[in-house]
Nanobody, 122 residues
Framework: QVQLVESGGGLVQPGGSLRLSCAAS????????MGWVRQAPGKGLEWVSS????????GYADSVKGRFTISRDNAENTVYLQMTSLRPDDTAVYYC???????????????RGQGTQVTVSS
């Protein structure tokens, strides 16, 4: 079955960096768009970033544009989120997400992982 396992979260000071990883299994990874969503304490789920199956097209929420970079390694069945210039309002549980097809634009995610906590605090 589909499994998405996130790692790389933790506590970081404002201005710091983290790289999240998501190891995928149970499906043909290279055929599906992937993404990241997050949920801050007391708030709803927020889309962060997405990438097409081949990596040619990416998208970012305005709140993270210029600071976060999504990438994928189809040989390793892994998607990454490089986060820089982190701010306290980036504090959230970050979830890896799978789309139902090759593209993400205009599509809803169909599955997400268990999440990894990112806390930005001094």
């Amino acid at each position: 079955q589909v499994q998405l396992v996130e790692s790389g979260g933790g506590l970081v000071q404002p201005g710091g960096s983290l790289r999240l990883s998501c190891a995928a299994s149970g499906f043909r990874f290279r055929n599906y768009a992937m993404g990241w969503v997050r949920q801050a304490p007391g708030k709803g789920l927020e889309w962060v970033s997405s990438i097409t199956n081949g990596g040619s097209s990416t998208g970012y929420a305005d709140s993270v544009k210029g600071r976060f970079t999504i990438s994928r390694d189809n040989a390793e069945n892994t998607v990454y989120l490089q986060m820089t210039s982190l701010r306290p309002d980036d504090t959230a549980v970050y979830y890896c997400a799978k789309y139902p097809g090759q593209v993400w634009s205009g599509r809803e995610i169909e599955r997400r992982g268990q999440g990894t906590q990112v806390t930005v605090s001094s």
